[in-house]
């Protein structure tokens, strides 16, 4: 060993994560979460009787914000009456479940059918102006084509 050289911190140190990797942990572990929480995603994951697991799931130490701005979402969905369930205030002013298994209700369920088909309409709309885009941008590069051979062949190059 050479003198000056501690072998253990070494070994301490390297075991430390690095501050690029832990923003890139932070990200990777966004992109694995399976869904946004939306109202959409609120109402469904309530329907299927799951809405505390899907909460949890989207929640980290790092996005305690978030995790507020869902349960706030979530309460807003019940005084809406989409959803039944009971709150209590934090202490920092959000509000967190009391009770343990909150439902959809019938009105929820009629929204959440008419956030389902809109979704659909929004999907083809997408898709037709994608196809129509790409129609659009095909005559243009052929239009620009031969306009490049007609001034081509008049000043003979």
């Not at 807003?76 to 298994?101: R, T």
Request: proline share 4%.
């Amino acid at each position: 060993m050479i003198e000056g050289k501690d072998d253990t911190n070494t070994a301490v140190q390297s075991q430390q994560p690095r501050p690029r990797l832990i923003g890139l942990r932070r990200l990777l572990a966004c992109w694995r979460r399976p869904w946004s929480v939306n109202i959409e995603t609120i109402l469904a994951a309530a329907e299927r009787g799951q809405l505390e697991e899907f909460l949890t799931t989207h929640y980290t130490i790092y996005y305690d914000r978030a995790w507020r701005a869902h349960l706030r979402l979530c309460k807003d969905l019940v005084e809406d009456g989409y959803l039944k369930a009971d709150f209590q205030e934090h202490f920092d002013g959000g509000p967190i479940f009391l009770k343990p298994d909150p439902r959809i209700t019938i009105a929820g369920r009629e929204y959440l059918e008419q956030i389902r088909q809109r979704k659909t309409w929004r999907r083809l709309l997408f898709w037709m102006s994608g196809f129509l885009t790409g129609l659009l941008s095909s005559a243009l590069v052929k239009l620009l084509n031969v306009l490049i051979d007609v001034y081509a062949k008049r000043h003979g190059l």
